[in-house]
Each structure stands twice: as structure tokens, then as C-alpha cells.
């Protein structure tokens, strides 16, 4: 379609009247489930159709520590074990993979540094969350990143300063598309 972000993708299928596929897939194995990948693909081109979007239905025991993996019954969907293997995810065949909210809670085990050897460091920049700029920031983290410059002034308030003193405040999306509406349109 020759757009540049999923939001975009969707835009142009509600423009074209176009109904989105969306296929949840996960073999025994990584390999098995790009097979598998590439099966439907093949058969969806061939019928003269395609599928959009593929949620990866992964082995929840990713979220936890290695050591911790083996106490954990086996799922039916394949972990992705190594940098490698997360590097092909979305590069395989031509279908936008996602991943649902195991994958934050997997980043997380993951730790940064192996992520950062997985994904690389980003440019350093100040101006950034944790001080680096991201890889290859997304739509949806674009678009974030101007609703909260944008609603930043509210929250130098003396006030609300002092409700959230010493607490964290984690901002974590893994499906919002369209939801940020309520921030700028020029953002």
C-alpha cells in the first residue's frame, strides 16, 4: 500500500474498503510457526486474498527467568530464544506480527541489555526518555511522545507534583492506534 505505520495501513483499508484478515498462529517451534507463516500466506495469495495482521501466540513461559523456564508446563506456542530469533520476527514473510501484552511483560525479563543487544542503542539524546532516541520509533510512540509533551504543562502543577512525588508512573500500550485521539491532530 506504500504507507509508513500500521495507523496509516488501517486508513487506507477503511478508504479502500478493504476488510482486514487477522490470524493468531503459534506451532511447537519458531521454525514450525514460520512455516506455518508462510503456508498461510502462500494460501491466502493464491485465493486471492491476504492476511493483514498475524498475533504470534507465543509460550508465556518467555516471561520468565531461563532458570525458572524448566518448572513451568510447556504451552503450545514456540519461545523466541535469541537475539536472532527476534530479529526475524515481522522480516519473515509480509504480514504485521504482534505480540499482545506477553511481549512487555518478555521485554521485561529480557532485560535491558540483552534488548539493547537484540535491537541496538538508539542515538544518545538528552531530550529523550532514558536519554537515547529510539531505533526506529513507531507511530504509536510518536504520537505519544507529542500527547505527552503536549499535556506536560498540566503536570508541573505544585499540587499534582506532591500527589505523585516518589511514585513511577509507567505509560505501557501494546494496541492503541487511533486511541490517542484526544491530543493534538497535528501531532
Not at 496509516?8 to 477503511?14: E, L, M, T, V
Not at 495469495?45 to 498475533?55: E, K, L, P, T
Not at 519473515?92 to 506480527?97: A, E, S, Y
Request: glycine share 10%; hydrophobic share 35%; net charge positive.
Amino acid at each position: 500500500m506504500g504507507v509508513d505505520s500500521e495507523l496509516a495501513y488501517k486508513r487506507q483499508c477503511i478508504k479502500n474498503r478493504h476488510i482486514m484478515f487477522h490470524a493468531h498462529i503459534g506451532m511447537s517451534s519458531w521454525p514450525a510457526t514460520q512455516q506455518a507463516l508462510a503456508f498461510l500466506f502462500e494460501g491466502m495469495g493464491q485465493a486471492g486474498g491476504i492476511v493483514d495482521r498475524a498475533g504470534l501466540c507465543l509460550d508465556r513461559r518467555m516471561g520468565a527467568r531461563a532458570h525458572a523456564r524448566r518448572q513451568i508446563p510447556a504451552e503450545s506456542g514456540p519461545t523466541l530464544d535469541s537475539p536472532e530469533m527476534w530479529q526475524t520476527v515481522g522480516q519473515h514473510i509480509p504480514i504485521q506480527p504482534h505480540m499482545g501484552d506477553l511481549m512487555l511483560y518478555t521485554l521485561k525479563q529480557l532485560g535491558p541489555a540483552a534488548f539493547e543487544r537484540a535491537f541496538g542503542q538508539g542515538v544518545t539524546d538528552e531530550r529523550q526518555p532514558h536519554g537515547r532516541r529510539s531505533v526506529q520509533p513507531t507511530d504509536v510512540f510518536t504520537l505519544l511522545t507529542c500527547c505527552i509533551e503536549e499535556l506536560r504543562p498540566g503536570f508541573e502543577d505544585p499540587r499534582l507534583k506532591a500527589a505523585v512525588a516518589n511514585r513511577k508512573i509507567v505509560i505501557a500500550s501494546t494496541d492503541v492506534h487511533n486511541k490517542l485521539s484526544r491530543c493534538s491532530p497535528g501531532c
